[in-house]
C-alpha cells in the first residue's frame, strides 16, 4: 500500500546503496507485468507470439488470458520458447477478493452492499479499486479457497505464483484512525502482520508439493522481510512506486524505509523487482537511474498492466 506525503525530489545522494550482484543464476534481470493480456492482441495465439519474442526473464501474467479463458501448457511452453530459463509466474491476490474472479458468487453483493450469503471473511470494498473487497486473510475458508487457485496454477504449467496485496495487513493496524504497528490479531492472538507471515508460508508450501522449485513472489509488504522465516520461504520481492507514484516524486520517508527493508533480501540474494509507473521521458530516466544505483531489477510500465512496457538493458 502506498504512502502519501510531500513529493520532493529525491538526490542520489540520498540512496542508500544496496548492491548490484550475488543473486542466483536463476535471477532475472528484465521482467514483464501483464495483467490484461487480451490488450495485447484480442486473439490469444498473437498474445502468446508477442509474450514468446519479448526480451524478458520472467513474466509474471493473470492465470486467464480473458474472461474463463485458461492458459495452456502449449500456450506458456511457447512463450518461453525464445529464452533460455525464461519463468512465468501467475498473478493471485491474496489479500482481496476480487468480484471478477470464477469464486466470486452474485449473491453476496445487492445494491452496492454485503448480503447477509456473502461469507464471514468477506470485507469492504476498497475504494481505490473498484470490485475489490478486503479479506480477513487469516481465515482457513478464505485460505482454503485460494489454495485451491494455488492448485490450479500449478497444474496449468506455471513456474510459480506472484502475490499481490500482501500490505493488506496494513488495513488492519490501522482502527478508528489510530495506527498500531504489529497490532494484535484478537482472532488469533498474534500480530496482523505475522498472521500475513504465515499465509504466505502455507501458500508457497502447497504451491511447492509436487513442484520442488516453484517461484514465490510477494508484492509490497516489505516490512515481513525483518521476518527470517519469511525470507527464507520466498524467491525475491515485487515492489511498487518505490521513488515515483505516477508523474509524482515519492517522499523521501517513504523511499528511505523501503529502501532499508529491502536490505534484509538483498543480504540474502534474492532479487528486487521494482515497477514503477510514470510516463514522462524525465521520471523514466530518474527510475532508471535510481534502479541501477540500489541493484533493483526495473520495470517501467502503465498502472492498468496492459502492456510489456520497458525493462532490462
Not at 525464445?82 to 493471485?92: F, G, H
Not at 481505490?128 to 473487497?133: K, S
Request: net charge negative.
Amino acid at each position: 500500500m502506498i504512502s502519501h506525503g510531500l513529493h520532493r525530489f529525491l538526490p542520489i545522494c540520498f540512496v542508500i546503496v544496496i548492491g548490484h550482484s550475488g543473486f542466483s543464476e536463476t535471477a532475472p534481470s528484465s521482467f514483464g507485468y501483464v495483467l490484461q493480456s487480451d490488450s495485447l492482441s484480442e486473439s490469444k495465439l498473437a498474445a502468446v507470439q508477442k509474450l514468446a519474442n519479448c526480451d524478458r526473464d520472467w513474466i509474471i501474467l493473470d492465470g486467464r488470458f480473458s474472461g474463463d479463458e485458461p492458459w495452456s501448457k502449449a500456450d506458456l511452453k511457447e512463450i518461453r520458447a525464445c529464452r533460455p530459463n525464461k519463468k512465468i509466474l501467475a498473478y493471485l491476490s491474496i489479500g482481496e477478493a476480487e468480484d471478477y474472479r470464477p469464486y466470486w458468487q452474485a449473491g453476496w453483493m445487492k445494491k452496492g452492499q454485503l448480503t447477509s450469503d456473502a461469507p464471514h471473511w468477506l470485507g469492504k470494498e476498497n475504494t481505490e479499486w473498484h470490485g475489490n473487497f478486503r479479506v480477513r486473510y487469516w481465515e482457513s475458508d478464505w485460505q482454503n479457497l485460494m489454495l485451491s487457485q494455488v492448485d490450479e496454477i500449478m497444474k496449468e504449467g506455471f513456474d510459480g505464483v506472484y502475490l499481490d496485496i500482501v500490505d493488506g495487513f496494513e488495513t488492519f493496524e490501522l482502527q478508528n484512525g489510530s495506527y498500531e504497528k504489529n497490532r494484535i490479531n484478537p482472532d488469533t492472538k498474534q500480530s496482523f502482520r505475522r498472521d500475513m507471515v504465515d499465509w504466505i508460508k502455507r501458500i508457497a508450501a502447497r504451491a511447492r508439493e509436487g513442484h520442488a522449485t516453484a517461484i514465490v513472489i510477494p508484492q509490497n509488504g516489505s516490512q515481513l522481510l525483518e521476518h527470517s522465516d519469511f525470507l527464507s520461504v520466498i524467491n525475491g520481492i515485487g515492489i511498487e512506486d518505490l521513488f515515483t507514484e505516477g508523474e509524482k516524486l515519492q517522499s523521501r520517508s517513504h523511499t528511505k524505509k523501503i529502501l532499508e527493508d529491502i536490505r534484509f533480501i538483498k543480504d540474502g540474494m534474492k532479487p528486487v523487482l521494482l515497477v514503477e509507473y510514470p510516463s514522462s521521458a524525465v521520471r523514466i530516466a530518474l527510475c532508471k537511474k535510481m534502479a541501477e544505483a540500489n541493484g533493483l531489477v526495473l520495470l517501467v510500465t502503465d498502472r492498468e498492466l496492459r502492456t510489456i512496457g520497458q525493462s532490462g538493458k
